[in-house]
Each structure stands twice: as C-alpha cells, then as structure tokens.
C-alpha cells in the first residue's frame, strides 16, 4: 500500500471515506425514524386515555370509505366530524353494571382523528352504524379538468 508523508496509506484513507458515508446513512436513517415516531406519538397523545379504534380506509372512483371498529358503542353516543381533509371519531361506550374483573377497553371510550390522503365534500357525507361498524362515506372533491382557452 502507498503511504503520504503523513503515513495515511490508501487502505486508511478508503476506511475514513467509508466511516464518514456510514455516518451520513446513520444520521438521514435517525432523522427518518424521528419523524415517524413523532407523528406516530402526536396521534397517540391526542388520544391518550382513549381506546384507538382500528379504521380501515378504501379509496375508491368517487369517494374514501372509512370503516371504524367500535365494540360496545351505539350509534347515539358517536361523536363525527369531517373537515375537507380529515376525519374525528370519539364515542363512549355504554357503561356496564357490576365490578369489573379485568378491563382493557377504557372507561373513556374511544378517539381517532386521521388526515384524509385527497379532499372531500363534507356537507356531503353520509354514515351509518351497523353491528359494531361505523361506515363513513367521504366523496371526493372532484377537480374539474382545466379547459385550454385560446388567447386572442
């Protein structure tokens, strides 16, 4: 191997070039993996003391359907709310007579509030509550195709 005439040979100078790219990865990977579980945890401390419930969302031609799970819950004690990009559920289940044993669904009942991946029209919602299951239909705004205009 050649050496300067500091005596840093080509095999040393190849491993600090490599030590200062893996250094680079490490810090981008742990500037990523920051991001994700700070979004991750700003949804979880919104809903801290409340049950998330699990939500299945289907894009479709015309609209997202969001399924939410809510055992326990009926359809009156349901709080929604659609803005143009997302959606809110809270509902409080109904309260059971006698001790409980075990519990592992909060006594505060439910909470979940998601960014919507396009625009939606909400005064055009419609939802319905059907064993367990709120069905929410969201139509999405559709963007009228821009129409060339000749220039005179």
Known sequence: MKSDSEGTSDLER????????AAK?????SQAAK?????????????????VPAVDLIDTE????ALVALP?????RIDLRVTEDGIAVQAQPLAR??????????????????????EIK????KASFENCI????LPKLVVVNAQKVWVD
């Open 14 to 21: 190849m491993i600090g070039k490599a030590a200062v790219e």
């Open 25 to 29: 990865m490490s810090s981008q990977a």
């Open 35 to 51: 991001k994700l579980f700070s979004d991750m945890s700003s949804e979880m401390t919104e809903s801290k003391g409340y049950d």
């Open 62 to 65: 015309d609209e997202i359907i």
């Open 72 to 76: 326990g819950v009926s359809k009156d």
């Open 97 to 118: 007579e006698g001790k409980y044993l075990r519990r592992e669904r909060s006594a505060l009942g439910f909470k979940r509030e998601l960014k919507l991946p396009v």
């Open 122 to 125: 909400p005064e055009q919602v």
């Open 134 to 137: 709120l069905e929410v239909h």
